[in-house]
């Protein structure tokens, strides 16, 4: 592969609310198994880049610990590697990332050390499969010094959050706008760019010499109408897990079979760190109806249209309707859950109820199950 890659994953977003507090974005579980970041990994992986980087800072420890072994996603080879780089005191520096170009730019080292002439950067909260090659085809046909690709979200969706883009009959993006009030398109940055290492090096210490430290702003934003800037369409499924909802509905969307069959029976496949449990467990009287159920579950009440993540025993006499329930979760004898996110080691007692009356509940609970 010409190029190498880089995984902005140090971030996390104020709309997670309490689910922020235990986990960087990147690390939010999707699927029943699986981890934000794979999706990204995986891409890398698939499209034979060998070499890859991933920025972390913000609640890194559950994020690095997934990410101790590179062999998840094959790039254990003699050339290449996953190198997982979080911010670090030196003689010059002493700040935390103050940005995602501040995140390359205190690592510019890396960048400077290697041969490949391109790099893809890619964020780490996207839910994808992406044929990078393709993407740095497109680029070198187009002549692009930067190649963005985008998303063009349906009308139900809010595409203000996201960069909003608008471009000419050629694909050259001519209007980049970060998060605006309003959308005047629903064409959206994906979070995924191509760019030659070289010219990344040089904007990187342009920008910071004039205190400059975020990457789209400073870079995509500025330079729009100075450097050859074009989006390359994606038209397969993509999500962003950066808010409450946006999480809940990713998870729903497994449920549905046409977006199972995409992500896990077509090639290429998406890969995981694997944990070694047990497959999972319904006891007699268990009933479970179009739901995702990991390895290491124990069920013996009703689940339906649910996503039950790894090491969750579910009482007797239990409802659980369109709800999450993430790792190692103690869900205790007639207990009702509907409508909820609830948050991974929770215990919920016997007998209670949770439901979300005005949208998605999350979840958190006290109670102490692991004591010294």
């Known amino acids: 592969m010409r190029a190498l890659g880089v995984i902005l994953a140090g971030g996390t977003s104020t709309k997670m609310g309490e689910l922020a507090t235990r986990r960087a974005t990147a690390a939010m579980p999707v699927a029943g198994g699986y981890r934000a970041i794979d999706f990204a990994l995986s891409s890398m992986s698939n499209s034979h880049v060998n070499k890859v980087a991933v920025f972390t800072q913000f609640n890194a420890r559950s994020l690095n610990e997934h990410l101790n072994s590179s062999k998840w996603w094959d790039f ?51 839910i994808y499969k992406l044929d990078y090659n393709k993407v740095l085809e497109y680029h070198i046909e187009k002549k692009a010094d930067i190649t ?62 004039e205190g400059r430290y975020d ?40 449920l549905k079979k046409d977006v199972r069959d995409y992500f896990f029976k077509e090639y290429p496949n998406v890969y995981s760190k694997a944990d070694d449990l047990p497959p999972a467990k319904f006891n007699h009287g268990a009933k479970v109806e179009n739901s995702l159920v990991a390895t290491g579950c124990i069920v013996n009440g009703e689940v339906y249209n649910s996503v039950l993540f790894k090491k969750v025993y579910v009482g007797n006499n239990c409802i659980i309707r369109n709800s999450i329930i993430m790792d190692d979760v103690y869900i205790g004898d007639n207990t009702w859950i509907e ?11 016997s007998n209670s109820a949770y439901r979300g009356e005005n949208g998605i509940r999350v979840v958190l609970e006290k109670n102490e199950r692991y004591v010294l």
């Open 76 to 126: 254990g080879r003699k050339q290449g590697g996953l190198f997982v780089m979080n911010p670090t005191i030196t003689t010059q520096n002493s700040n935390w990332y103050r940005g995602t170009s501040d995140a390359m730019m205190q690592n510019i080292g890396f960048l400077k050390k290697s041969h490949e002439p391109y790099v893809i950067i890619a964020s780490g909260d996207g």
């Open 339 to 349: 409508n909820c996110i609830i948050e991974s080691r929770d215990t919920l007692r």
């Open 215 to 254: 990457f789209v702003q400073d870079i995509l934003v500025r330079y729009r109408s100075v450097k050859r800037i074009y989006s390359y369409p994606m038209a397969t499924y993509w999500s962003n897990v950066g808010t409450v909802d946006a999480y809940y509905q990713t998870n729903m969307d497994f």
């Open 148 to 209: 963005i690709v985008t998303k063009d979200l349906p009308n139900w969706e809010d595409a203000s959050r996201f960069g909003v883009v608008k471009t000419d009959d050629d694909g050259r993006i001519v209007s980049f706008e970060e998060k605006p009030v309003v959308a005047q398109t629903n064409l959206i940055s994906t979070g995924i760019y191509v760019i030659r290492r070289r010219l990344l090096i040089q904007l990187l210490e342009e920008t910071t010499s």
